[in-house]
């Protein structure tokens, strides 16, 4: 029961570069969605999908780009990355109408260089 | 637009202590209220939730009452355990805040219960 599966867990970009965190489950959910994590700010909403096809915007969107093209699959793509973006990194998903029970992968630290 | 705050941390505590950690929130609808724990290393995990005012969320010897009153979802606990160190987030679904799908968290209460 793998449930959430994320990678890599490290990666160390230097400013400018683009790279791409994946994001899989197994549990057929419809929502998956991306967050990070920053010292006492608690998590912040990236993006978020209810559907294969279907992708919209969370709080802070802006430096990164989604796509869901399968059920499975919802990777996160940093085109030009910034010190700003370095964080942790968190992709989880529920079933649809499961409002608020969601499940985490393990995340992934990102620095920023 | 919709908040979460958290006491401040880290809250240290002996083992068997009693755990209080507060969370009061800010919503423009009728807001689902949700505590999750985060373990060293690892992602969040849903601890308990409550859907309505006056509803009781409990788990692993974890309680908490949805007072819509007071606008609060304390988290208590009355024998902690050293396995308990974690962090804890309160969170926020607001059905009129885009149909629920963003979830609001605060800022996290780092706990440390030493034995």
């Known amino acids: 029961n793998a449930g959430v599966t994320q990678t890599p867990k490290f990666q160390v970009l230097k400013t400018g570069q683009s790279m791409t965190l994946q994001c899989a489950q197994d549990m057929n959910h419809e929502y998956m969605s991306w967050y990070r994590q920053d010292p006492g700010m608690g998590l912040r909403l990236i993006h978020y999908?209810?559907?294969?096809?279907?992708?919209d915007q969370g709080e802070v969107p802006n430096g990164y780009n989604v796509s869901r093209s399968t059920t499975e699959d919802f990777p996160l793509r940093l085109l030009l990355a910034a010190p700003s973006q370095t964080s942790v990194y968190f992709c989880?998903?529920?079933?649809?109408?499961?409002?608020?029970?969601?499940?985490f992968g393990e995340g992934s630290r990102l620095t920023v260089l | 637009g919709n908040s979460v705050t958290q006491m401040e941390g880290p809250v240290t505590l002996s083992e068997e202590a009693f755990l209080t950690i507060n969370c009061t929130y800010t919503?423009?609808?009728?807001?689902?209220l949700f505590w999750y724990v985060q373990y060293p290393g690892e992602g969040l995990q849903l601890l308990l939730k409550a859907t309505k005012a006056d509803d009781k969320g409990s788990n692993k010897g974890f309680e908490a009452t949805y007072r819509k009153e007071t606008t609060s979802f304390h988290l208590e606990k009355g024998s902690v355990q050293v396995s308990d160190s974690a962090v804890y987030f309160c969170a926020l679904s607001d059905p009129l805040d885009n149909a629920g799908n963003m979830l609001t968290f605060g800022g996290g209460t780092r706990l440390m219960v030493k034995p």
């Open positions: 919503a423009t609808g009728y807001p689902s």
């Open positions: 999908s209810v559907g294969a096809g279907i992708t």
């Open positions: 989880a998903s529920r079933r649809q109408g499961y409002t608020g029970e969601l499940f």
